[in-house]
């Protein structure tokens, strides 16, 4: 009996150590790795070796953005067939680039000659700009990267930040859905530094389907800085609260609840407003439902009108009535649906409304500093939200200087 077992034993060694059927696979990996060139490329490399010729080699990738369903992208890596491979799958970043700190996850599925089938396990990296030391500071949802200015800098940011948010919250109980990063380059110039087509204007860029925001705020300008974050931040809060593939913002809404968020509106803005009211001029709602003008003066007044908007709607009516026109518009409804079951009355209604309440209680351009007013220039794209946080006054110098 004890030999017999002994035999059994013997045959299952002997059966573990020649067996006829084959392992999973006969490829292996002996390298799997990311080669990064911030901002221009991300290099996935492959080193495999199998029995027979490796035929294909092709890498798997999924970028963490909000999207409707799970999006899977592939490449494939060129090289010629043989039993051992070296090649890569390069991203040019020229032709769909990442923002920085976007997380990518990644799995490379290789195929021999002989039909065998292998697949790595699914590893992350992310898009870091590499050329700058980052610090980090969480604080619930919100993490900030930065690497010039001390910790006080970036608590600074971090309370202007948890203080807007607080601020949706209580207005129309809007909060932060998934984390957002927030990317603080020290300047403009720095910032343009991690894109590879800036715009001169480009002082700050949200990313609202990535909740990654870029900004370039020097430790000397954070007054300035803390308001253009907010406004950004807002965007994402916002965006994130009606994604869905039915509707989108208008306009005026958008920058209105980015610019009534950031604080009081500047001394310039409540001038051009009034301006407009006494002369006459003034862009309509319906108007404002699109892009913006390119021109400044017309800039300016379209950003004076969402926030005068916003802030109408936000004191005379509910937080309520503005969280269901988010809702309704996030579940498709058109504009003027949206308003009319929101607040019972559609965009030309809104548009009397508002214009009457602007007569009878005139925009008074209070004595305050005049500083320069965090806005966006967005250019709506189903990639990102760019947005310029330059301000509009210096966007006007550096786009009629340059
Ligand atoms: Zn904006």
């Not at 070796?49 to 999924?62: F, K, P, S, T, W």
């Not at 009108?305 to 936000?314: D, H």
Request: proline share 4%; with cysteine; net charge negative.
């Amino acid at each position: 009996m004890i030999k017999r077992i002994g035999l059994v034993v013997l045959a299952l060694l002997l059966l573990l150590v020649f067996s006829p059927v084959k392992a999973e696979s006969d490829i292996s990996v002996l390298d799997s790795s990311v080669t990064m060139d911030f901002p221009y490329s991300l290099a996935f490399n492959l080193e495999v070796e199998g029995n027979a010729d490796i035929v294909d080699a092709r890498l798997h990738y999924q970028v963490d953005r909000m999207n409707y369903a799970r999006v899977v992208s592939e490449g494939w890596a060129e090289f010629t067939p043989a039993t051992r491979v070296e090649t890569s799958w390069v991203w040019d970043m020229r032709k769909a680039s990442l923002p920085p700190g976007a997380k990518v996850t990644y799995w490379w599925t290789i195929k021999d000659a002989d039909g065998d089938e292998f697949q790595t396990s699914s590893a992350v990296v992310y898009f870091k700009d590499d050329r700058y030391q980052w610090q980090n500071l969480t604080d619930g949802e919100i993490t900030i990267f930065w690497y010039e200015g001390d910790n006080s800098f970036a608590s600074e940011l971090m309370n202007a930040c948890q203080e807007g948010l607080a601020r949706l919250t209580q207005e129309f109980g809007a909060y932060l859905e998934r984390p957002i990063n927030i990317h603080v380059y020290a300047s403009s110039q720095e910032l343009q530094g991690a894109m590879i087509f800036p715009q001169e204007w480009t002082g700050g860029v949200a990313f609202t389907e990535f909740g990654i925001i870029a900004i370039g705020i020097s430790p000397d300008s954070i007054g300035w800085g803390k308001e253009a974050l907010v406004h950004e931040l807002t965007h994402l809060v916002v965006h994130q609260l009606v994604f869905s593939p039915y509707g989108s913002l208008p306009v005026w809404l958008d920058e209105g609840l980015a610019m009534y968020n950031e604080g009081e509106l500047s001394l310039q803005l409540r001038s051009r407003l009034e301006e407009a009211v006494s002369e006459g001029t003034l862009l309509s709602v319906r108007s404002l439902c699109s892009p913006f003008s390119a021109d400044p003066e017309k800039a300016y007044l379209s950003y004076a009108e969402s926030y005068s908007l916003v802030e109408y709607l936000l004191d005379n009516y509910n937080g309520d009535n503005m969280l269901d026109l988010l809702t309704l518009i996030k579940q498709g409804s058109t504009y003027d649906e949206a308003l009319t079951e929101a607040y019972g009355f559609d965009i030309d209604g809104l548009d009397t409304r508002w214009r009457e309440s602007l007569v009878t209680s005139p925009v008074i351009a209070v004595s305050q500093s005049p500083e320069p007013f965090a806005s966006c220039h967005s250019e709506r794209s189903e990639e990102s939200h760019p947005a310029s946080i330059a301000g509009l006054s210096t966007l006007t110098v550096s786009a009629g200087v340059r």
